[in-house]
């Protein structure tokens, strides 16, 4: 088997999570409507191996500015990015370069994270240089289609389903699980980013009864018993 590449391992520069991230779009999933759609966006810590799961209503370079903004805001602004060659990454990579050109001189601290970030994109036809994420997005995928199926529904409830989904894929083992129970516990993303392998308690029971009825909260968390 070949080396891992080099952004697969931490530096003096990328010791911290989602330093060097691969991000990608993935659904659709549709709405209450059936005519709208959700989309699925994974951000993946290429070192690590955590995920960040955002919602998107489409696949525009605005849509995605704001899931990026909100990622930047709660993680970090990554050293590499890694992206396939899209208009909406080929795109925003252009625009980013633009915006740090048109700031006067007292805004440019605005723009360093910009400058600091590297943008890499994998050749055309190219899937396997993106297998890093491109695994956790089938992973997402299916977990998403187990739990809704043919189900409707709403943004609110899409939304904290893709959350719930990013806790799971979070807490899983990245090392050799242990035969023995009492035997030490397998490393994962979680440990890392909560000192904890679990982010959240697990979902009510709320059984099958009157789910029409059900509020938002108990709707998301009956769908998650089915996982």
Not at 136 to 162: H, N, P, Y
Request: charged share 20%; net charge positive; hydrophobic share 35%.
């Amino acid at each position: 088997m070949a080396p891992l590449p080099a952004f697969r391992f931490p530096t003096e520069e990328t010791k911290f999570p989602f330093a060097n991230t691969g991000l990608d779009f993935f659904g659709p999933f549709y709405s209450e409507s059936k005519i709208e759609k959700h989309y699925g966006f994974i951000f993946k810590c290429l070192v690590t191996r955590a995920v960040q799961l955002e919602t998107c209503p489409d696949l525009n370079t605005d849509t995605f500015l704001n899931a990026y903004r909100r990622f930047t805001c709660r993680r970090c602004q990554p050293i590499l990015l890694y992206s396939d060659n899209g208009k909406t990454f080929a795109g925003t990579s252009q625009g980013l370069k633009k915006s740090v050109k048109a700031l006067d001189k007292d805004k440019i601290y605005k723009a360093l994270a910009a400058v600091k970030t590297i943008w890499k994109f994998k050749p055309p036809y190219g899937p396997p240089f993106g297998d890093a994420w491109e695994q956790l997005i089938l992973s997402a995928e299916k977990t998403l289609m187990i739990i809704l199926g043919s189900k409707r529904l709403s943004f609110d409830i899409f939304e904290t389903v893709v959350v719930e989904v990013e806790a799971i894929l979070d807490s899983r083992p990245v090392t050799k699980v242990a035969d023995q129970p009492e035997n030490e516990e397998p490393l994962t993303p979680n440990h890392i980013l909560i000192q904890s392998p679990y982010s959240s308690p697990p979902p009510g029971n709320f059984g099958d009864q009157h789910l029409a009825s059900f509020k938002n909260w108990k709707h998301v968390q009956h769908l998650m018993n089915h996982v």
